[in-house]
């Protein structure tokens, strides 16, 4: 697929997702949120570019973070994600935080040695070119800046990974071809090395992700995830059918109480050299 198409569909599906993506993933996302946010060790009166920044989950809690002298800049490819970040600053009264449409492989709005730390949250995974997104990041840091980056694991300890073919066999939507590719091995430390960054490391982390029941986890993987405008464009048998197929795949995760699906997170992180 073209990378201009891709683009085009992550960001007319996240905008799909927006208003239902928190519903399905803020819990089993937290884990990793939090380590992430952790690792960043944002500190008061720093600058942040927290990029493929969603509704704002690592966004606010860095905001806080660095406080009213600080600065959080935030970016997706959703322009519905990127107006809720900023309908929340303002409800917040959160002068600091600034959320753009953009392009995670194209900052040219920011300058050259701007930022203390950049982040990257379960974004990497959606980007055509990452390796170039990485060097915008490593680009947009100060000299001994830090990035932290969190992507999915490996496909094999991913219990809902049967979502994408799924619904690749019901329409060739190509969201994300190789999703879980930088989570296998070390894959995301060494495109952070390739891409000029130091005293890279990384971290992973098993989980389970939770569901009260069948409607939920179908709900957060269709609806709220990065399938969405592909599940949107489907009749309501075909919804069916494939939401069955889902069903099928996560059964033995079933518990009493719901599901308590397997999932896998890597942290990754590293420094700007102080000399190029």
Known sequence: MK???QRRI???GWDKAADHYEDGWQQSLALVQARLIERADARPGEHILDIACGTGLVT??????VGPMGRVAATDISEAMVEIVNERAAERGLDHVDAVRADAEDLHMFEDNQFDLVTCALGL???PDTLKAIEEVRRVLKPNGRAVFAVWGARKNCGWAEIFPIVDSRVKSE???LF??????DMLADEMLQAGFSDVRDERIATTLPYANANAAADAAFVGGPVALAYSRFDCKTKALARAEYLTSIEPFKQA?????PGEFLVCEGRKPLTS
């Open 125 to 127: 995974m959606y980007f």
């Open 257 to 261: 109480t719901g599901y308590e699906i």
């Open 180 to 185: 879980f590719r930088l989570g296998t091995g």
């Open 3 to 5: 990378p201009e198409l």
């Open 60 to 65: 606010f809690p860095l905001a806080d973070a």
């Open 10 to 12: 992550q960001r007319y």
């Open 175 to 177: 969201v994300c071809p």
